[in-house]
């Protein structure tokens, strides 16, 4: 199971960014258009700052009463956050995400913001890996065309 970050798991995609002095409503309103669960803070040129997750809207938002238009992601956002490179693989960031508990890491290639990977894109990659393997061993063990209609 070595199915690279890029391109085996983010490919194309339309990377949802904000920059620190949005507010949390801000986020929360991009999150819920686009039906994600994290959003990528950069800064002014550019490079990644943070990364605002619906844990950080609970934990750092709403638990702490704090107002969600008139604070900055800069205050709860995940600053600083761990990432993933395009030559990392799947497994590897599966194990990073279950050892530290996160859903979504950003992906990134020197400085230059490529991508995020959610949990769920990693589960359906695993998930497709294991289906192919379980394909080539029954053809391994039952012949070719063992399966086929």
């Known amino acids: 199971m070595d199915t690279k970050i890029v391109p085996g798991v983010v490919k194309e995609q339309s990377i ?3 920059n620190p002095a949005d507010s949390v409503m801000d ?3 991009m999150m819920t258009e686009r039906t ?12 990644l700052a943070g990364i605002f997750t619906e844990r950080d809207l609970v934990n ?9 238009s008139t604070t900055p992601l800069s205050k709860v956002m995940t600053a ?5 490179g395009p030559n990392d693989t799947a497994m590897n960031a599966l194990e990073l995400m279950s050892a530290r508990r996160y859903r979504h ?14 949990i769920r894109d990693l589960f359906n990659v695993v998930k497709a890996e294991l289906e192919e393997d379980v394909r080539e061993r029954e053809k391994f063990i039952f012949g070719s065309d063992y399966g086929v209609a």
């Open 16 to 18: 949802a960014t904000l």
């Open 80 to 84: 600083n956050p761990d990432t993933l």
């Open 105 to 118: 890491l950003p992906v990134v290639d020197g400085d230059k913001v490529i991508g995020m990977v959610s």
């Open 27 to 29: 986020a929360v309103t």
């Open 60 to 68: 750092r938002v709403i638990a702490k009463r704090e107002d969600p």
């Open 36 to 47: 994600i669960g994290a959003v990528i803070i950069v800064d002014s040129s550019a490079k």
